[in-house]
């Protein structure tokens, strides 16, 4: 199967088919080194041999053993033809994906009810569960004054849902609007808004629940931000689909962008993924560059079982709905 390999690797497209026709496994990967052939291919910016390859079925996200997959390599090189045709595929897959998975029976449990039912820890620095996992860390601050300075300036009424540590809420009382509501499920987060005095501020409406139990009981707002944990790529789907109702014509919607934090080619994919799906509904989506390099070093996730982010730039979201118009 290492001729699948060599073959991609020089960029024989034709001898590539043949060898596909003859039996060739396009989502071969090599045992000790995880390259698959596509990976190959896109690291020396072959761009028919991608071609070919998807068409075979070779995986779009698959992964060496250094953790990269087809698109990261064709990305680094600047081989902007591959990393088109890869970024094309890995969106469409990610679509069909998401179609089927609506189509198959919804669980009974939802998502996160394990955290939901466990303790909390608050420190200056972090938000972590039981198991040591940061559910949220100061080092967002600045990510969060910026996601609060993008929704309140679509207008003064508004939706924050998931309060964590109360940074992006904090952010937002700075601009004073009339109206802040903020959801919130975890009786541990709850109990600590309550002694830290947020239900006393005059323009604060706090909705103890699962955004999903309590949404029925929302109004309608200039800026929403979305910010839950624990929760699946469908549970923000399932957000996004009930927006249409939430977000005042010309309102902003925004959230926070770790999807595949890990991988930034994955990462892409889901930028692209989310624009694509709020376009559906009307919303136009602009994402941010903010270098988040210098928020992080190895002492930040000290005392953090995974390191939920791991990429130099974070992409702040910013999806703007339809105008009203006047006929
Ligand atoms: C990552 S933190 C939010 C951090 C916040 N943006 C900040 O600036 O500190 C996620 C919060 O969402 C809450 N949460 C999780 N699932 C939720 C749900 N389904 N509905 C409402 N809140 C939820 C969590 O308890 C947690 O407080």
């Given at each position: 199967m290492d001729a699948l390999l060599d073959t991609a690797a020089r960029g024989d497209a034709t001898e590539l088919?043949?060898?596909?026709?003859?039996?060739g496994d396009a989502s071969y990967a090599n045992p000790s080194t995880g390259l698959t052939p596509l990976i190959a291919a896109a690291k020396a910016g072959h761009?028919?041999?991608?071609?070919?390859?998807?068409?075979?079925?070779a995986p779009w996200n698959a992964l060496d053993r250094s953790g990269?997959?087809?698109?990261?390599?064709?990305?680094?090189?600047?081989?902007?033809?591959?990393?088109?045709?890869?970024?094309?595929?890995?969106?469409?897959?990610e679509l069909v994906l998401g179609a089927a998975s609506r189509q198959t029976t919804k669980n009974s449990e939802f998502s996160n009810k394990d955290y939901l039912e466990a303790r909390l820890s608050f420190s200056e620095g972090k938000l972590v569960n039981e198991e040591s996992e940061g559910v949220m860390m100061a080092w967002e601050r600045p990510l969060m004054e910026?996601?609060?300075?993008?929704?309140?300036?679509?207008?003064?009424?508004?939706?924050?849902?998931?309060?964590?540590?109360?940074?992006?809420?904090?952010?937002?009382?700075?601009?004073?609007?009339?109206?802040?509501?903020?959801?919130?499920?975890?009786?541990?987060?709850?109990?600590?808004?309550?002694?830290?005095?947020?239900?006393?501020?005059?323009?604060?409406?706090i909705v103890f629940g699962r955004w999903q139990d309590v949404i029925s009981e929302l109004g309608q707002y200039d800026g929403i931000f979305f910010d839950t944990y624990g929760e699946y790529y469908e549970d923000m789907r399932e957000f996004h689909s009930q927006l249409p109702k939430l977000l005042k014509p010309g309102g902003i919607y925004s959230y926070f962008n770790g999807l595949c934090g890990h991988n930034a080619f994955f990462h892409v994919v889901y930028c692209q993924l989310v624009a694509l799906e709020l376009a559906q509904i009307g919303l136009t989506t602009q994402f941010i560059p903010l270098p988040v390099r210098s928020c992080l070093d190895e002492k930040t996730w000290e005392g953090v079982r995974e390191k939920y982010w791991q990429l130099d730039t974070y992409f702040l979201p910013a999806a703007q709905a339809e105008e009203e118009t006047d006929n």
């Open positions: 088919r043949e060898l596909i026709r003859a039996g761009s028919e041999v991608v071609r070919v390859l998807l068409n075979a079925g990269r997959c087809a698109g990261d390599y064709a990305m680094d090189a600047g081989h902007q033809d591959c990393y088109d045709i890869l970024l094309d595929a890995g969106v469409k897959a910026a996601h609060a300075k993008a929704v309140c300036c679509g207008g003064d009424d508004i939706l924050n849902v998931g309060f964590g540590m109360g940074l992006v809420d904090t952010a937002i009382q700075s601009y004073n609007p009339s109206s802040h509501t903020i959801i919130e499920a975890h009786p541990d987060v709850y109990a600590r808004m309550i002694s830290t005095g947020w239900k006393e501020k005059a323009n604060v409406r």
